[in-house]
């Protein structure tokens, strides 16, 4: 059983910055691309940021590129978000995991990031 524990969210303002954290284990994390996800209120889930295994190749949606940087800690388990210049659209639950996504993938709780205007 995978478990994906994310954390690091909170209340900032625009222009804010914060650092989101997935811890994960009960898989080998170092083998797989990781991705981070979001999903705002009355909205779809969607794709923020991905990083290769080793951390070589990373991509990012349009709507956060050049203000999000995705990385990761293998030694720790560790996936990262480092959020600027954060916008009110920003606002959403935060999710990480295993890339490409199952069939039926299984989430974590995720985490609250609020950006006010």
């Known amino acids: 059983q995978v478990q994906r524990v994310e954390s690091g969210g909170g209340l900032v303002q625009a222009g804010g910055s914060l650092r989101l954290s997935c811890a994960a284990s009960?898989?080998?994390?170092?083998?797989?691309?990781m991705g981070w996800f979001r999903q705002a209120p009355g909205k779809e889930r969607e794709f923020v940021a991905s990083?290769?295994?080793?951390?070589?190749?990373?991509t990012y949606a349009d709507a956060v590129k050049g203000r999000f940087t995705i990385s990761r800690d293998n030694a720790k388990n560790t996936l990262y978000l480092q959020m600027n210049s954060l916008k009110p659209e920003d606002t959403a639950v935060y999710y990480c995991?295993?890339?490409?996504?199952?069939?039926?993938?299984?989430w974590g709780q995720g985490t609250q990031v609020t950006v006010s205007s």
């Open positions: 990083i290769s295994w080793n951390g070589g190749t990373t």
């Open positions: 009960g898989r080998t994390f170092s083998w797989y691309t």
């Open positions: 995991n295993e890339l490409p996504l199952a069939t039926r993938p299984q």
